[in-house]
């Protein structure tokens, strides 16, 4: 790869984390409040995003996400949030790997899916758990609104998936992937 190659995939990684971390902003900031958090769409588009970028997904996920909890008035969750969910976008990315054709079977994407929302669930249970927050009682409470939250998320983002658009604009490609567009490139 050229030096000219890697110059332009590295500004696309950089346009697409910036874009991808709007978009997780954004489904975030569209939800609805609960007791103690509040439900959104913002987990639909770190999958999303995870498709895309890979493990680099971390950055739109933690940024993203925590910039709409610092704005919807929810600051005691900004470090929290950063590390839940850019872990989200990290381990999806890592778990959504091609296969040789430069695919992902539904089954991966579905465990990814489960494992990553996993996470956000056990995440939030066990910060909100502690002293300083809520307690193990009120922290139980959250577990449903937030597999609620998980649950819409992989249903949304399975499909979205299967968008021919998104494995354009793929970074994280696989090896046969990258050898064809190379050679349609030349």
């Not at 954004?26 to 007791?35: D, S, V």
């Not at 449903?144 to 998980?150: D, F, V």
């Amino acid at each position: 790869m050229s030096n000219i190659e890697k110059n332009r995939n590295t500004l696309k990684k950089i346009a697409y984390t910036g874009v991808l971390a709007s978009l997780v902003f954004a489904g975030t900031e569209l939800h609805i409040p609960t007791a103690i958090g509040h439900i959104n769409l913002g987990d639909l588009v770190i999958l999303v995003s995870s498709y895309i970028l890979g493990p680099f997904a971390f950055v739109p996920a933690a940024v993203g996400s925590t910039l709409a909890d610092l704005l919807a008035g929810y600051p005691q969750y900004a470090v929290a949030t950063f590390l839940i969910k850019g872990i989200m976008g990290l381990v999806a990315g890592l778990l959504l790997k091609r296969n040789s054709a430069g695919k992902v079977s539904l089954a991966r994407k579905l465990s990814a899916s489960f494992v990553t929302e996993l996470i956000m669930i056990a995440g939030y249970f066990a910060f909100e758990s502690l002293p300083f927050m809520y307690g193990v009682a009120a922290a139980a409470g959250s577990v449903i609104p937030n597999g609620i939250q998980a649950s819409a998320a992989i249903v949304g983002a399975i499909p979205l998936m299967y968008v021919k658009l998104f494995d354009k604009y793929q970074l994280s490609q696989g090896a046969a992937e990258n050898k064809r567009h190379k050679t349609a490139v030349l």
